[in-house]
């Protein structure tokens, strides 16, 4: 797997659990954190972790290994888009939630930048 490749499906991993580092990945899949090390030096994860990752939290392995489609099983893009929360969408309003009045006011006024 190519390094890109390998970071971007651990990302993925990420926002499915909520986390922001390796050693809270690794204990969302109970493994060592050096485990994940090794993961990362050999520039490959093992696929029935992924497997397992896709059927215990209802993700699309199309998402999680190539970043296509919807993040959840199921549910197609289009629905997505109509306000079908996920994870990852659960996981930015908790970290938006425990900012700082200020700070939430400075993101929003970035993302109505960005939509614009």
């Not at 204990?27 to 030096?41: A, E, H, I, P």
Request: aromatic letters at 4%; proline letters at 2%.
């Amino acid at each position: 797997m190519h390094k890109k490749s390998l970071d971007a499906v651990l990302e993925r991993l990420m926002t499915v659990f909520a986390v922001d580092s390796d050693s809270d990945l690794a204990r969302k899949l109970d493994v060592n954190r050096q485990t994940l090390g090794s993961w990362r030096s050999r520039q490959s994860i093992p696929y029935a972790l992924c497997v397992s990752v896709s059927e215990a939290e209802g993700v699309s392995l199309d998402w999680l290994l190539a970043g296509e489609g919807a993040m959840l099983r199921g549910v197609s893009s289009h629905s997505a888009e109509k306000g079908t929360r996920n994870p990852q969408e659960d996981a930015i309003l908790a970290l938006f939630r425990s900012l700082e009045e200020a700070d939430r006011r400075e993101i929003q006024n970035a993302a109505e930048e960005k939509n614009e």
